[in-house]
């Protein structure tokens, strides 16, 4: 049972950056693939970015592409999501989510293909 712990959200202005970690316990953490996903109020929950076990392959989704970077310290059991020039709709609980890593280069995109969430952390953007 891997337990997700998620911090570094806040309120922030537009054009700031934010940086919100997600620590990981229970389990060997080199054995997940790791998402970042959001959910605005209203909205149904999306994903954000993705990596696989390690790292070196990356996702973006294309509402944040350019903005964002998803990087991950498999010897801190942590992942980062680390996002500039914010904007007010980037409002959102923002959740790490952790599953199996199934292959070396795999990723996964969809909510419903991850096992384990955390709490989420809220990220405010004014204008």
């Known amino acids: 049972q891997v337990q997700l712990v998620e911090s570094g959200g806040g309120l922030v202005q537009a054009g700031a950056s934010l940086r919100p970690s997600c620590a990981a316990s229970g389990g060997t953490f080199s054995d997940y693939a790791m998402g970042w996903f959001r959910q605005a109020p209203g909205k149904e929950r999306e994903v954000v970015a993705a990596?696989?076990?390690?790292?070196?392959?990356?996702y973006y989704s294309n509402s944040m592409k350019g903005r964002v970077t998803i990087s991950r310290d498999n010897a801190k059991n942590t992942i980062y999501l680390q996002m500039n020039s914010l904007k007010p709709e980037d409002t959102a609980v923002y959740y790490c989510?952790?599953?199996?890593?199934?292959?070396?280069?795999?990723?996964?995109?969809?909510?419903?293909?991850?096992?384990?969430w955390g709490q989420g952390t809220q990220v405010t953007v004014s204008s």
């Open positions: 989510a952790a599953r199996t890593r199934g292959c070396l280069n795999c990723m996964y995109i969809q909510a419903e293909d991850y096992t384990y």
């Open positions: 990596t696989n076990w390690n790292g070196d392959r990356t």
